[in-house]
């Protein structure tokens, strides 16, 4: 049973440039969601995919956009970057419904350093 | 206002020993969610256990078991009998009712010694 996937595992950018990250949900899961992680700190909610659109959508800039694919892989597109940008970036899967007993399952993460 | 707040930073405990990690948290919807992580220092985020607000007995899953006290707004998670491996960050996450976003705690950091 594969569980979630993302790439790269680390990324080094520097300020200005653009970025995309890219993740595959766990197998059955038809929602994505991004969280930035800043080191020392609990994910902060990015947004949330479900049928190729964004569901909710936590405080971030525009710079942070999404995508949801037809077999509901997604990317994580940020463009501009700036050095408090440096972040783990986690995605996460799971069932779509409102209920709030859903867990969410994370993948590994994606570690993006700004220089 | 903080909605989750974990007010141990950090904690050592001995190898077999019990350990209590703590977690309040602030809503007004009646139907929420309340999750417990464990993130190791590779970085992936392990779901361990889920408490609903309308469940009547408290969740047990293994080792782990919480201690949900619904008018002190308290989540706190059990590990019983505790190994060298779960050493780790622990956080402690809501989710409302009608909303997609999971909101975290700033997170424990446990150490096990042998």
């Known amino acids: 049973d594969a569980g979630v996937t993302q790439s790269p595992t680390h990324l080094i950018k520097t300020r200005g440039q653009q970025v995309t990250l890219r993740c595959s949900p766990k197998?059955?899961?038809?929602?994505v969601s991004w969280y930035q992680q800043a080191l020392g700190q609990g994910p902060q909610f990015i947004f949330q995919y479900y049928e190729e659109e964004e569901r909710q959508r936590g405080n971030f800039p525009d710079r942070f956009s999404g995508h949801q694919f037809p077999n509901y892989s997604s990317e994580l597109n940020v463009n501009a970057l700036l050095l408090g940008d440096s972040a783990l970036y986690l995605c996460a899967s799971s069932l779509y419904g409102r209920d709030s007993n859903q867990p969410q399952h994370f993948g590994d993460g994606t570690r993006l350093s700004i220089l | 206002a903080q909605k989750i707040t974990q007010t141990q930073p950090g904690m050592f405990v001995q190898e077999k020993e019990a350990v209590t990690l703590d977690c309040t948290y602030d809503t007004s919807d009646p139907s929420y969610g309340l999750f417990w992580y464990k993130q190791p220092s590779s970085g992936e985020m392990i779901f361990l256990i889920y408490q609903g607000s309308y469940d009547q007995q408290n969740a047990t899953e293994g080792r782990y078991s919480l201690n949900f006290q619904k008018a002190r707004k308290s989540a706190n998670l059990v590990i019983s009998a505790s190994q060298l491996g779960d050493s780790a960050m622990y956080f402690c996450a809501m989710r409302e009712r009608g909303s997609y976003q999971l909101i975290w705690g700033a997170g424990t950091k446990l150490i096990i010694k042998p």
């Open positions: 197998s059955g899961h038809d929602t």
